[in-house]
């Protein structure tokens, strides 16, 4: 049996884009007072289309990241607060784009 995969079936899986997104809220220290922006870090995912394979780094122009040396890239601002099912559509939604 021949099993072509579509783009989308080569996308991150949502449940390991979740889990990310999870440990990546973790880093976020807290606001010291009602005055401080909202602290965040920005979250890159980068994805080749062909082979599915996919990683990620901090920030969102890194030469040096995990996710540098891949095509297609989605970036995210995570935030303490930030609905997990929501970036993880967003980075979806970036990386079909």
Known sequence: MNIVKTLADRLPHPDDLMA???HTKV???PRTSD????????????????????DWQSGDNSFQG????YPVWAVVDIRADTDTSDAVGCILLQLDD
């Open 66 to 69: 995990a996710a540098y040396g």
């Open 35 to 54: 005055d401080d922006e909202t602290p965040g870090i920005l979250l890159t995912v980068g994805w080749d289309p062909d082979s599915g394979n996919w």
């Open 27 to 29: 880093w976020i220290e």
């Open 20 to 22: 990310l997104v999870e």
